[in-house]
Each structure stands twice: as structure tokens, then as C-alpha cells.
């Protein structure tokens, strides 16, 4: 395998098992002898994470739904000329834990954001560079939030209703279901094993169609 690395990105709501899943995949495809870098957004880079403590921090003053969008991107940015671009020229396999779905989603469902202006954004910082492959890891908001409860202090986002993010999931599905190719929606109610079986096979699946490329 040979030329360019393939930009994989994990996407769902809260709980729902993308750390766990990009953890698995990576091994994964290290098996196969693809390089392969882990990273996730917001962050990535020392100056991304930065940024990401600004965002996820709970603060009192109420943050304005147009910093956030941009402190979204100003990260994204930043992690996508400085890390996920060069390696991916450099023929690494970039595996990220959310992307620009998630300002889709959460930006634009959650905080009511239009996707006009997001795909502004998307275009400015990204020109048409989207991700190869996108497995969003759907379930039912209550299960996934049951799940990250237990990982301990919530988040500025993790502290928002369940109506914040049932309009998440939505917007998640709804691209999902728009880009076909490019999206594999796996159930995440399933036992964990089941769902890294389907994650393994589909990455098995983009393995040998880059092999043949
Ligand atoms: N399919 C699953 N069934 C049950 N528990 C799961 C499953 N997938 C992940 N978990 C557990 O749920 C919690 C949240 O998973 P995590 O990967 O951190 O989710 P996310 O990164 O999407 O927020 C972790 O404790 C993880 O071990
Ligand atoms: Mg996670």
C-alpha cells in the first residue's frame, strides 16, 4: 500500500463508544502494517487542546454561539495544516475522534447555528478536504449519556439536556443518510463486542479497497 493515508473520522454522540472504537480500529490497522496516527478534535496539537480546554471548560458566562463556532475551527485549523495534512501526505492513516460533522451537528442542531455559515467555515479552513470515511456510532441519546456519567465530571457540552443532543443525533443521521459512501452508521446499543466486529469489518473492507487503488 502505497500514496496517500485515508482520513477516517468517528462520530456520535456522547458515550456512545468512538474513544473506545478509534482505539480498537488503530490497532486494527497497525496489524496490517498501516501507520497510523490517533488524534481527536477538538484538539490534536498543543495549541488545539488549548483551545479545547476553552471550550469544554463549564464557565459562567454564557458563551456566544458564533466564538464557539469559531474556536471550533481556529482549532481545527490548526490541526489540520499542522498534523492531519502532512501526515496524510507523508502516506499515514489519520483516525480522529469527531470532525466537522460534529460542528454540523452540534453547532448547527444543537446551538442553532445555520449550515450555510458552517459550510462557510468548513470551506475557508478546509477548502474541499473532507474525510474519506465517516462511521458514525449511533444510539439512543439516554444510553450513550448513561455511559459517559460514568466516566465522572460533565463537560460544558455533556452538561446540556437531552433536547441538545436528540438534535445532535438527528443531524448526524440526516448526513449520514444524504452521503451514503462516505458514511457507515453501526448501532452502538450493541454489546461492544458486536460493535467492534462491525468497525473491524468495515475497516477490513476500506483496507483492500485501498490496497487495490
Ligand atoms: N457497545 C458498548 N456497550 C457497552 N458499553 C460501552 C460500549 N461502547 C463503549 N462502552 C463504554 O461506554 C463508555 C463510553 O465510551 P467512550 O468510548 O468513552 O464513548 P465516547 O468516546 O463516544 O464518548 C466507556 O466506559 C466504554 O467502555
Ligand atoms: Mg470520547
Redesign the pocket.
Known sequence: MSGRGRFITFE?T????????LQQAAATLRSAGIVVVVTREPGGTPMAEAIRELLLAPRAEAVNETTELLLMFAARAQHLHTLILPALAAGQWVLC?RFTDATFAYQGGGRGVSTDRIEQLETLVQGDMRPDHVIL?DAPVEV?MA??R??GELDRFEQEAIAFFERIRAVYLDRASKSPAQYRVIN?V???DS?TEQVTLLLREIISEAMTD
Open positions: 456520535g456522547e458515550g456512545v463508544g468512538k474513544s473506545t472504537q475522534d456510532l450513550g455511559r459517559a460514568k466516566r452502538a450493541q454489546p461492544l460493535v
